[in-house]
């Protein structure tokens, strides 16, 4: 039988879509994100009843609810940026569908934060840890996890667990998260004229070698875990008489699995190294080095398939007639906190297409389904021992 609280979150349904769409109408580019931040905001004050609701300087807004000391502390967030320019976006509906920039990334996770924000504080569902709720700056692209690494430095220590939200996603839950390792690598010489000079070592030349040689510690398509390496831009020389004196690339290795990418790490290290030994000879060349300047680093992390974290999300699915979600890894807001050792995990309220394009658009139906999911999502692993997800660190 439904709690009052799951009446509660049936009954918002209608006002999540409308949330959607006023949400989605108040522009928000990563590092604009100001004005929707107020809005949150304001929501947030409306519904009342918080035990600190707070913005910070980069405009995150957090609300906190304190609960039952020994259940699990969740921090719930979902990001407020989009990817698009700083305009306004009408939203329009047409067939059963919401059309708009964001509206699915990530609006309607923000509007059913809020939902969820209502239920919880007008119907009291029992026995459950704080939650923290988040509305969230810098997710997409340059953002770098900003906003959600910010949340996680103010309020160390006051959460066990953490669930993104991305409205997207009603039928996928996060199991993990790609990591990555990315370098500038270079190669220096003395460099010279062409013809007056020739026989110093090229820079150029030693650096096509470094590239030649990942060849051969590139992983397999196809192989489990997955595990990707790519050498995405290159630089270097002066003109095309001139022994090049400098020349560098950047370097991308990714793996769903963090000794997977640690090895191919290594791996790609040495046999670049290896590609040189010797290199310099000629005339008064010297010992040629690669220089390796890391440029990004966000460790791999995978959740057990079976930490009560992911079992709380796959038993709030049950009676609501939702399909078997698809348990992958992704790259979202819960990365952060799991690339610590935290539990996290990443979750949606309806289905859509064309993320990041003009042409976004959500399916309005699902969130019959998918509003009472997310709210008893949340409540189920807030009802998680402290303990049971403590232990099972990631
Ligand atoms: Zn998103």
């Not at 704080?130 to 996890?145: C, K, S, T």
Request: charged share 25%; aromatic share 4%.
């Amino acid at each position: 039988m439904a709690t009052a609280y799951e009446r509660e979150l049936a009954r918002l349904v209608p006002e999540v879509i409308a949330e959607t769409v006023r949400v989605t109408e108040i522009p928000a580019p990563t590092s604009r994100e100001r004005r929707r931040a107020r809005y949150v905001h304001s929501r947030f004050e409306q519904i009342g009843g918080w035990d600190g609701l707070s913005i910070d300087g980069i405009g995150n807004v957090v609300a906190v609810r304190r609960g039952q000391p020994g259940k699990a502390r969740v921090l719930v967030a979902a990001h407020l940026d989009t990817v698009f320019p700083d305009a306004e976006t009408p939203v329009t509906r047409s067939r059963g569908r919401l059309h708009g920039r964001g509206v699915g990334d990530n609006s309607a996770g923000v509007a059913a934060l809020l939902g969820v924000a209502q239920a919880v504080q007008s119907r009291a569902p029992r026995g459950v840890g704080d939650l923290l709720l988040a509305a969230n700056v810098g997710e997409e692209g340059l953002g770098d996890l900003r906003g959600i690494r910010r949340i996680m430095r103010d309020h160390a220590g006051d959460f066990d667990a953490m669930i993104a939200l991305e409205a997207h996603s009603l039928n996928r839950v996060q199991g993990g998260g790609v990591g990555s390792i990315r370098y500038e690598v270079s190669v220096r010489t003395e460099g010279g004229h062409s013809w007056g000079a020739y026989g110093r070592p090229n820079a150029i030349s030693l650096l096509a070698r470094a590239i030649t040689a990942l060849e051969s510690v590139a992983p397999a398509v196809g192989v489990a875990p997955k595990a990707t390496i790519n050498a995405g831009v290159i630089r270097g020389g002066r003109s095309v008489n001139t022994i090049a004196p400098d020349a560098s690339f950047e370097l991308d290795m990714r793996s769903e699995d963090p000794a997977t990418l640690d090895r191919l790490h290594h791996d790609a290290k040495r046999a670049m190294r290896r590609s040189l030994d010797g290199a310099g000879g000629g005339t008064g060349g010297g010992e040629v080095r690669l220089k390796l300047r890391r440029i990004g680093l966000r460790p791999a992390a995978r959740m057990p398939q079976d930490h009560p974290l992911i079992g709380a999300m796959l038993s709030a699915r049950r009676g609501l007639g939702l399909p078997r979600p698809t348990l992958g890894v992704g790259s979202t807001d819960a990365n952060a906190p799991m690339a610590t050792g935290m539990p996290a995990t990443c979750i949606g309220v309806t289905t859509g297409g064309e993320a990041h394009a003009e042409r976004e658009w959500i399916r309005t139906a699902p969130f019959r389904r998918g509003v009472p999911y997310v709210g008893r999502a949340i409540v189920a692993a807030a009802r998680l021992p402290r303990t049971a997800v403590r232990q099972r660190r990631v």
